[in-house]
């Protein structure tokens, strides 16, 4: 009896133009379970389906950049444990390194 009232919920709320996710989420519902009842159902997206629609790319990235920030702050830490303090000497060496590293790659480049 509870399948059926399910399904009967699921319908109605399709007919006012809920996605399968909105549904899934309202009913406790698989994507896949509401595509099997739903297949004959017209849909056409009502204005808060059209909003989450028009927002979900900007809310993709923002969660995009949230994970890219802490993912460099993480590295940030750990390279700071595993290099300690650098003196003055450390930094005017590794920058030498680079500079002779992109004159290299200059010459490689022009000659090549």
Request: hydrophobic content about 35%.
């Amino acid at each position: 009896m509870r399948l059926v009232w399910l399904r009967e919920k699921a319908i109605y709320y399709r007919r006012l133009g809920y996605s399968y996710s909105m549904v899934g989420k309202r009913l406790g519902l698989s994507k896949s379970t509401l595509s099997y009842w739903l297949k004959d159902i017209p849909y056409k997206p009502n204005r808060e389906t059209l909003l989450r629609i028009k927002n979900g790319a900007e809310k993709s990235a923002r969660t995009v950049h949230r994970r890219k920030v802490l993912a460099i702050k993480s590295m940030k830490a750990l390279a700071r444990k595993e290099l300690g303090k650098l003196s003055r000497r450390d930094i005017w060496i590794l920058g030498m390194g680079l500079y002779n590293g992109k004159l290299q790659y200059q010459n490689s480049y022009v000659s090549g």
